[in-house]
Protein backbone atom coordinates (compact mmCIF):
# COMPACT_ATOMS: atom_id res chain seq x y z
CA UNK A 1 0.00 0.00 0.00
CA UNK A 2 1.27 3.61 -0.78
CA UNK A 3 -0.36 4.99 2.27
CA UNK A 4 -0.52 3.54 5.68
CA UNK A 5 -1.83 5.11 8.73
CA UNK A 6 -2.32 2.75 11.55
CA UNK A 7 -3.85 2.99 15.06
CA UNK A 8 -3.80 6.72 15.33
CA UNK A 9 -4.86 8.27 18.57
CA UNK A 10 -4.52 11.91 19.52
CA UNK A 11 -5.75 14.54 21.96
CA UNK A 12 -5.00 18.33 23.11
CA UNK A 13 -5.18 16.96 26.40
CA UNK A 14 -5.09 13.64 28.02
CA UNK A 15 -8.80 13.53 29.12
CA UNK A 16 -10.49 14.95 25.66
CA UNK A 17 -9.08 12.68 22.97
CA UNK A 18 -9.89 13.82 19.53
CA UNK A 19 -8.99 10.73 17.06
CA UNK A 20 -8.82 7.04 18.42
CA UNK A 21 -7.20 3.85 16.69
CA UNK A 22 -8.06 5.82 13.12
CA UNK A 23 -6.74 3.33 10.63
CA UNK A 24 -6.50 3.16 6.87
CA UNK A 25 -4.72 2.79 3.67
CA UNK A 26 -4.29 3.73 0.54
CA UNK A 27 -3.02 2.94 -3.30
CA UNK A 28 -1.25 5.06 -5.22
CA UNK A 29 -3.43 7.53 -7.17
CA UNK A 30 -6.59 6.77 -4.76
CA UNK A 31 -8.62 9.80 -3.90
CA UNK A 32 -9.72 9.71 -0.25
CA UNK A 33 -12.67 11.87 0.88
CA UNK A 34 -12.63 11.90 5.15
CA UNK A 35 -16.82 13.45 5.67
CA UNK A 36 -18.04 14.10 9.22
CA UNK A 37 -19.36 16.69 10.85
CA UNK A 38 -17.56 19.82 12.48
CA UNK A 39 -15.67 18.66 15.62
CA UNK A 40 -15.55 14.98 14.09
CA UNK A 41 -11.32 15.15 13.89
CA UNK A 42 -11.29 15.57 9.66
CA UNK A 43 -8.81 18.40 9.99
CA UNK A 44 -7.11 17.31 12.79
CA UNK A 45 -6.52 13.87 11.14
CA UNK A 46 -4.61 15.97 8.35
CA UNK A 47 -2.58 17.90 10.68
CA UNK A 48 -0.66 14.43 11.80
CA UNK A 49 -0.62 13.54 8.49
CA UNK A 50 1.55 16.70 7.40
CA UNK A 51 3.73 16.61 10.48
CA UNK A 52 1.70 20.13 11.84
CA UNK A 53 0.97 17.91 15.15
CA UNK A 54 2.59 14.48 16.84
CA UNK A 55 0.28 11.68 17.21
CA UNK A 56 -0.04 10.18 21.23
CA UNK A 57 -0.08 6.55 19.24
CA UNK A 58 0.19 4.82 15.83
CA UNK A 59 2.19 5.41 12.66
CA UNK A 60 2.23 6.76 9.26
CA UNK A 61 4.03 5.81 6.26
CA UNK A 62 3.66 7.10 2.67
CA UNK A 63 5.74 6.16 -0.26
CA UNK A 64 7.56 2.98 1.88
CA UNK A 65 9.01 5.95 4.30
CA UNK A 66 7.83 5.94 8.19
CA UNK A 67 6.78 9.60 8.51
CA UNK A 68 6.09 8.56 12.64
CA UNK A 69 6.16 5.50 14.61
CA UNK A 70 7.19 5.15 18.70
CA UNK A 71 10.29 5.94 17.22
CA UNK A 72 10.57 7.90 14.30
CA UNK A 73 9.04 11.72 13.33
CA UNK A 74 9.77 13.71 10.51
CA UNK A 75 9.53 17.34 10.75
CA UNK A 76 6.67 18.91 8.77
CA UNK A 77 8.75 20.85 6.62
CA UNK A 78 11.08 17.09 5.12
CA UNK A 79 7.66 15.55 4.45
CA UNK A 80 6.77 15.62 0.94
CA UNK A 81 3.21 16.49 1.27
CA UNK A 82 1.00 19.42 -0.58
CA UNK A 83 -1.81 20.92 0.94
CA UNK A 84 -4.40 23.20 -0.05
CA UNK A 85 -6.19 25.26 2.15
CA UNK A 86 -9.67 26.53 2.74
CA UNK A 87 -9.06 29.76 2.28
CA UNK A 88 -6.17 29.17 -0.40
CA UNK A 89 -3.54 31.05 1.72
CA UNK A 90 -2.27 32.70 -1.89
CA UNK A 91 0.60 34.89 -1.46
CA UNK A 92 -1.51 38.83 -2.26
CA UNK A 93 1.92 40.18 -3.51
CA UNK A 94 2.60 37.58 -5.88
CA UNK A 95 1.19 36.42 -9.45
CA UNK A 96 0.06 33.60 -10.34
CA UNK A 97 3.40 32.37 -11.47
CA UNK A 98 5.01 33.53 -8.39
CA UNK A 99 2.49 31.74 -6.37
CA UNK A 100 3.40 28.77 -8.29
CA UNK A 101 6.93 28.89 -8.08
CA UNK A 102 6.79 29.25 -4.27
CA UNK A 103 7.27 25.59 -3.70
CA UNK A 104 9.55 25.03 -5.87
CA UNK A 105 12.43 26.33 -3.86
CA UNK A 106 16.18 25.20 -4.87
CA UNK A 107 15.43 24.45 -8.62
CA UNK A 108 17.49 26.36 -11.05
CA UNK A 109 15.41 28.84 -13.54
CA UNK A 110 15.02 26.51 -16.37
CA UNK A 111 13.64 24.17 -14.46
CA UNK A 112 11.52 26.22 -12.14
CA UNK A 113 9.86 28.21 -15.26
CA UNK A 114 9.53 24.71 -17.23
CA UNK A 115 7.27 23.23 -13.99
CA UNK A 116 5.47 26.78 -13.69
CA UNK A 117 4.45 26.21 -17.86
CA UNK A 118 3.42 23.18 -16.93
CA UNK A 119 0.94 23.94 -14.28
CA UNK A 120 -0.28 26.53 -15.84
CA UNK A 121 -1.25 24.52 -18.71
CA UNK A 122 -2.35 21.92 -16.61
CA UNK A 123 -4.97 24.06 -14.63
CA UNK A 124 -5.49 26.11 -18.03
CA UNK A 125 -4.62 29.37 -16.40
CA UNK A 126 -1.61 30.59 -18.91
CA UNK A 127 -3.72 33.96 -19.85
CA UNK A 128 -3.74 35.02 -16.44
CA UNK A 129 -0.27 34.00 -15.40
CA UNK A 130 0.87 37.87 -14.49
CA UNK A 131 -2.55 38.52 -12.32
CA UNK A 132 -2.56 38.59 -8.74
CA UNK A 133 -4.90 36.79 -6.45
CA UNK A 134 -7.35 40.10 -5.65
CA UNK A 135 -7.74 39.99 -9.49
CA UNK A 136 -9.00 36.55 -9.78
CA UNK A 137 -12.34 34.68 -9.14
CA UNK A 138 -12.45 32.18 -6.03
CA UNK A 139 -12.64 29.08 -8.47
CA UNK A 140 -9.46 30.76 -10.11
CA UNK A 141 -7.68 31.38 -7.10
CA UNK A 142 -8.34 27.67 -6.30
CA UNK A 143 -6.93 26.66 -8.97
CA UNK A 144 -3.87 28.33 -8.47
CA UNK A 145 -3.45 26.86 -4.93
CA UNK A 146 -4.22 23.27 -6.44
CA UNK A 147 -1.66 24.37 -9.06
CA UNK A 148 1.27 25.23 -6.38
CA UNK A 149 0.73 22.25 -4.31
CA UNK A 150 1.12 19.92 -7.32
CA UNK A 151 4.00 21.54 -8.37
CA UNK A 152 6.90 20.03 -6.18
CA UNK A 153 5.22 16.58 -6.68
CA UNK A 154 4.63 15.55 -3.33
CA UNK A 155 4.11 11.83 -2.66
CA UNK A 156 0.40 13.05 -0.99
CA UNK A 157 -1.82 16.19 -1.33
CA UNK A 158 -3.80 17.29 1.18
CA UNK A 159 -7.30 19.37 0.94
CA UNK A 160 -9.00 21.35 3.99
CA UNK A 161 -12.48 21.75 2.95
CA UNK A 162 -11.54 23.29 -0.69
CA UNK A 163 -14.89 24.40 -1.92
CA UNK A 164 -15.86 25.66 1.51
CA UNK A 165 -15.97 29.55 -0.20
CA UNK A 166 -17.29 28.86 -2.95
CA UNK A 167 -21.13 29.28 -4.46
CA UNK A 168 -23.36 26.57 -5.33
CA UNK A 169 -22.78 26.73 -8.81
CA UNK A 170 -19.11 26.92 -9.29
CA UNK A 171 -18.45 24.44 -7.01
CA UNK A 172 -19.92 21.82 -8.84
CA UNK A 173 -17.81 22.93 -11.94
CA UNK A 174 -14.57 22.78 -9.63
CA UNK A 175 -15.25 19.69 -8.02
CA UNK A 176 -15.29 18.37 -11.67
CA UNK A 177 -11.77 20.12 -12.46
CA UNK A 178 -10.74 18.70 -9.67
CA UNK A 179 -11.16 15.58 -9.75
CA UNK A 180 -9.51 15.65 -13.37
CA UNK A 181 -6.69 17.32 -12.58
CA UNK A 182 -5.67 14.54 -9.65
CA UNK A 183 -6.21 12.00 -11.96
CA UNK A 184 -4.80 13.41 -14.55
CA UNK A 185 -1.45 13.82 -12.34
CA UNK A 186 -1.99 10.40 -10.78
CA UNK A 187 -1.67 12.23 -7.60
CA UNK A 188 -2.51 10.72 -4.00
CA UNK A 189 -4.80 12.81 -2.13
CA UNK A 190 -6.92 12.85 1.42
CA UNK A 191 -9.58 15.86 1.15
CA UNK A 192 -11.44 16.79 4.15
CA UNK A 193 -15.62 17.62 3.83
CA UNK A 194 -19.14 17.93 5.57
CA UNK A 195 -20.67 17.74 2.28
CA UNK A 196 -21.18 13.79 1.17
CA UNK A 197 -21.94 15.70 -2.90
CA UNK A 198 -18.34 16.94 -2.81
CA UNK A 199 -17.57 13.45 -1.07
CA UNK A 200 -18.82 11.68 -3.83
CA UNK A 201 -18.34 13.57 -6.56
CA UNK A 202 -14.67 13.46 -6.07
CA UNK A 203 -13.41 10.49 -4.19
CA UNK A 204 -12.64 6.78 -5.48
CA UNK A 205 -13.21 5.76 -1.15
CA UNK A 206 -15.39 7.84 1.55
CA UNK A 207 -13.87 7.45 5.22
CA UNK A 208 -16.75 8.00 7.58
CA UNK A 209 -15.63 9.90 10.67
CA UNK A 210 -17.33 10.08 13.72
CA UNK A 211 -16.29 11.10 17.40
CA UNK A 212 -12.90 10.57 16.81
CA UNK A 213 -13.31 7.15 15.15
CA UNK A 214 -13.78 5.72 11.88
CA UNK A 215 -17.56 4.63 11.26
CA UNK A 216 -17.36 2.72 8.21
CA UNK A 217 -15.91 3.02 4.45
CA UNK A 218 -17.57 3.24 1.18
CA UNK A 219 -16.07 3.00 -1.97
CA UNK A 220 -17.80 5.03 -4.79
CA UNK A 221 -18.72 3.58 -8.31
CA UNK A 222 -17.74 5.31 -11.37
CA UNK A 223 -19.67 4.00 -14.83
Same mark, same amino acid.
Given at each position: ?????????? $?????????????????????????????? $???????????????????????????????? @??????? !??????????? @? +?????????? @???????????????????????????????????????????????????? +??????????? !?????????????????????????? @???????????????????? !?????????????
Amino acid at each position: MFVQIENLDF $GYTKFSPVLQNVSFSMEEGEIVAILGSSGS $GKSTLLRLISGLETPKKGRIEINQEELCNART @FIECEKR !NVGMVFQDYAL @F +PHMDVAQNIA @FGLKGKNKSTKQKRIDEMLELISMQPRKHAYPHELSGGQQQRIALARALAPS +PDILLLDEPFS !NLDADLKMQIRHDLRAIMKVTNMTAI @FVTHDYDDAQDIADRIVYLE !NGHIAHQETITRH
